[in-house]
């Protein structure tokens, strides 16, 4: 594929990516309540899923979204009942300190499956790789090969753009010491959560 194509999709990629959105809300609010390492997960099932979406637009698997609609619609209302939960839990937690070990909201499994159902439910993303992608790159030419260069620039846009969310809510976290400042951010972290499912749930 010719790096012109390649740069012109990622940077349409960056600015669908960028923009604060209902999946960046729920990742911004768990790493400054729970530290980054709990959003692990969570991020690799939001990439594998953006990952399923550009496969489906470049080989033309429109017709499977269209078919599972309603097995689309299921998966993203479980990701939203998984983000209530953890709105709720993040909302009683004790203020703790920021320094310690994060259990109990939640396990690596549950946030993958959380990240998974809210990219494939997601209008935003559906939109950007089902039906702006054919915009940007002519789908039909493209190869195995194209494939595979779109798909690794893919991940290096999502990582670069997702990590610097991460990082800067991971900065913030550090800045909250007292147990006041614990107890506001789980707050603001639980409403972030539950505005972020809301968000979801009325597109």
């Known amino acids: 594929m010719e ?6 999709f990622a940077a349409a990629l960056a600015v669908n990516a960028g923009s604060p959105g209902p999946s960046i809300a729920a990742l911004v609010a768990r790493v400054v309540t729970r530290g980054w390492r709990d ?3 969570f ?3 939001m990439w594998i899923g953006e990952g399923l979406w550009l496969t ?6 429109v017709v ?4 599972f609609h309603h097995l689309f619609l299921a998966i993203k209302w479980l990701g939203i009942g998984y983000l209530l939960y953890l709105a709720w839990k993040m909302w009683t937690a004790p203020a703790a300190s920021p320094e310690a070990p994060a259990r109990g909201q939640g396990g690596g499994l549950g946030m993958f499956l959380t990240g998974m159902a809210l990219t494939l439910g997601n209008p935003k993303i559906m939109v950007f790789y ?12 493209v190869t195995l090969v194209g494939w595979a260069e779109l798909t690794l620039a893919m991940f290096a ?3 670069a753009v997702d990590m610097s969310w991460v990082a800067a809510a991971a900065q913030a976290r550090r800045l909250i010491a007292s147990p006041r400042a614990v107890r506001l951010a789980n707050r603001a972290g639980a409403t972030a959560m ?6 979801i749930a009325t597109r």
């Open 3 to 8: 790096i012109a194509s390649l740069l012109i």
């Open 39 to 41: 959003v692990l997960p």
């Open 43 to 45: 991020l690799a099932a």
């Open 56 to 61: 489906m637009a470049v080989f033309g698997l």
């Open 64 to 67: 499977i979204a269209e078919t």
């Open 130 to 141: 089902l039906a702006l992608l054919p915009t940007i790159i002519d789908v039909t030419g």
């Open 157 to 159: 846009v999502l990582i």
């Open 194 to 199: 539950a505005g972020a499912a809301a968000a």
